[in-house]
């Protein structure tokens, strides 16, 4: 038997026979865990913003996984988790209902007529 | 305050957190899932962090040597762990099992040592007592899981590996010769205390868990006193290694 080499320690310690290649068992698919989608709240009082994924076979564990996964660095206060099947989103074949929406700069913040008004005190107030 | 059975008290409680977080960062890439495996090896090094923490007191406040010298260089029979933390992994049924029961230990320890009347304990206690709830939170619900609504396999599997962890188990409160005067100058609260505590909170998870305790088990005993498994010094010898090479070196 040919010991497979390696620089971990802890393959060495295994004693893997490296000329016996074991058989690859294809695996079913979709045998993952399902997902939980995680928010993450920074402060008291912030919006929890929503920042990825984790696999977990219950909401329990998924908290669990999120705490470590997107909760390990920086401030956290809080998070949620939420089974992905709980999201009820729209048909991706549906965002031609936005296509307008671009177009429609009265409703920017930045059409609203007291923006001149603003422009004119600022000016006012430098020329005073 | 008995400065002697104080220091022997920390020895005991760094060595331990410095093992069992070798231990666990033996894990690391080879977790069972990605997430998983993310969150072990936090564990591991939260657990690391500890053993700095309580080396950084006993050279602050007991005259040893640096943080770095006591864990990297000291001789087996110096090292104050229990056998427990000392075992191999073996499969993550065993790792998991010892987690939980480790960790309740820690839970207890550590919250008897909130109201230390030996103040850079008590302030540790403080800071680190999120982390160890966390920790004690992630095992448990790893073993109620695995117990209670796992399949007939997970089952045996969680029960074969408390029968196999629980001499052991019982052997982290080894009596110490310290015990009396940590208690009397309330340090700590003892071995003896510390043991039906943590009985207490175990027994109640393994109802939960549907796991039945080991009645006739033999503690094992000897680390606090110096006496090792075969598996210590491999380990001090794989983990001290890149040290040895050049303790001066940065990384």
């Known amino acids: ?128 | 305050m008995n400065a002697s059975a104080c220091r022997d008290l920390i020895f005991r409680l760094s060595d331990d957190e410095l093992i069992i977080a070798h231990r666990h960062s033996e894990w690391t890439g080879l977790g069972p899932l990605l997430e998983e495996d993310i969150a072990f090896s936090s564990i591991a090094q939260d657990k690391l962090g500890h053993a700095q923490a309580l080396y950084t007191i006993l050279h602050e406040h007991f005259g040893e040597a640096d943080p770095d010298t006591l864990a990297f260089m000291r001789a087996e029979p110096y090292m104050k762990c229990c056998h427990f933390v000392e075992l191999p992994n073996g499969e993550y049924d065993f790792s998991l099992m010892r987690h939980f029961l480790f960790d309740a230990a820690e839970y207890v320890r550590w919250t008897a040592l909130t109201q230390s009347s030996f103040e850079p304990l008590a302030k540790l206690a403080m800071k680190i007592r999120g982390e160890l709830k966390y920790h004690l939170y992630h095992a448990q619900t790893w073993v109620k899981q695995l117990g209670a609504q796992g399949s007939e396999e997970s089952h045996a599997r969680m029960q074969t590996a408390l029968r196999e962890a629980w001499p052991y188990a019982l052997g982290m409160f080894e009596a110490s010769d310290h015990d009396a005067a940590l208690v009397s100058d309330g340090v700590f609260i003892g071995e003896e205390q510390a043991h039906n505590d943590w009985l207490a909170f175990v027994r109640n998870t393994m109802d939960q868990a549907t796991l039945i305790l080991p009645e006739d088990a033999e503690p094992v005993y000897g680390g606090r006193k110096g006496y090792h498994t075969d598996h210590l010094q491999p380990l001090l010898t794989e983990m001290t290694e890149v040290y040895r090479i050049d303790p001066s070196a940065e990384w």
């Open chain 1, 1 to 128: 038997m040919a010991r497979m080499i390696s620089l971990d320690p802890r393959v060495m310690r295994m004693n893997i026979d490296a000329d016996a290649a074991p058989e690859l068992e294809p695996k079913s698919e979709l045998d993952q865990f399902q997902t939980y989608e995680v928010f993450h709240q920074a402060k008291s009082g912030a919006h929890h913003v929503h920042v990825g994924v984790v696999h977990a076979p219950n909401a329990e564990l998924a908290l669990l996984m999120a705490k470590e996964q997107y909760g390990r660095r920086g401030q956290t206060v809080n998070m949620w988790v939420v089974n992905t099947r709980d999201i009820v989103a729209m048909e991706t074949a549906d965002a031609d209902v936005f296509a307008t929406t671009p177009e429609k700069t009265y409703r920017d913040v930045g059409a609203y007529m007291v923006r001149n008004k603003v422009e004119a005190y600022k000016k006012q107030q430098k020329e005073g």
